[in-house]
């Protein structure tokens, strides 16, 4: 990994996406983070991450437009050109939104937009961004907790993240000859903006969070950047193709 590591998170702008690039920022990092339509919020993480002296940018992107790749991609390159830089040492999948809906309600609008975000995006994206990966580089593939324990109402959303657990392994497996790491993250409950903040605004679903995990807390986002400038540390090297959950213990 090059001594000034450059990592890529995709919906970068807010919540676990915003927490990751500061955290790796200040692992000294230096980040280009993607958003969708929250050019303002982008632009907020880029300076915070500049006040620590970083370096930072953020690109427009829609994971769900595939169409699209190949421009983002030289856009990316042109952006890492002006850095001196042709390659990156990180990749986080982060971008995503949730589905509330029961098995028996889900439509088939609401399955195709799950699929588009949350696993053909990534599935290739991370393919178009291959020749720009340096040798060694890390891949992060975020999951959820929901691929292990079970609520009503997320079937769809969880099922997704179970395919991106399993392609995570396979990438692992096909990326090592390159020195490639890839592994997932699966973040518990949340108290973010994710799903309409109702993990962070509604107390009685909070409480619930806090009743059934270890820790006695839901989650924050300063906790999932953490865990990921851990995995991403060079003495997190020997980690490929595992699944780490960061929930503080829920549902033990």
């Known amino acids: 990994m090059a001594s000034t590591p450059i990592t890529l998170i995709t919906g970068g702008s807010r919540g676990l996406g915003a927490a990751m690039a500061l955290a790796l920022a200040r692992d000294g990092h230096d980040i280009v983070l993607t958003y969708r339509d929250a050019v303002g919020a982008a632009q907020g993480v ?5 006040s620590q002296g970083r370096r930072a940018l953020a690109l427009p992107l829609d ?4 169409a699209g790749f190949p421009a983002f991609t030289g856009l990316l390159r042109d952006a890492l050109k002006a ?5 990156l040492d990180g990749l986080v999948n982060n971008a995503g939104a949730g589905a509330h809906v029961s098995f028996a309600e ?15 995006g990534p599935f290739f994206l991370t393919q178009a961004l ?3 990966l340096a040798e060694g580089a890390r891949v992060l593939n975020i999951s959820s ?5 079970t609520l009503p109402g997320y079937a769809v959303y969880a099922a997704m993240k179970g395919a991106v657990e399993v392609l995570s392994r396979y990438q692992a ?4 000859a390159r020195g490639v790491r890839v592994n997932t993250l699966a973040p518990g ?15 009685e679903l909070n409480r619930f969070v806090a009743s059934v995990t270890a820790l006695g807390r839901a989650g924050e986002a300063e906790d999932i950047g953490g865990a990921v400038a851990a995995l991403m540390r060079p003495g997190a090297g020997w980690i490929t193709g595992q699944r780490v959950e960061a929930s503080g213990g829920m549902f033990l």
């Open 83 to 87: 850095w001196g830089a042709s390659r």
């Open 46 to 50: 880029v300076e915070q991450i500049q």
């Open 145 to 149: 907790g929901l691929t292990r324990f």
């Open 130 to 132: 291959l020749p720009m």
């Open 173 to 176: 497996k096909e990326l090592a």
């Open 63 to 66: 994971v769900t437009d595939t």
């Open 189 to 203: 409950a949340i108290a973010t903006d994710f799903g309409g903040g109702a993990v962070r605004d509604n107390a």
């Open 106 to 120: 889900t439509t088939l609008a609401q399955f195709d937009a799950m699929l588009a975000i949350h696993l053909k």
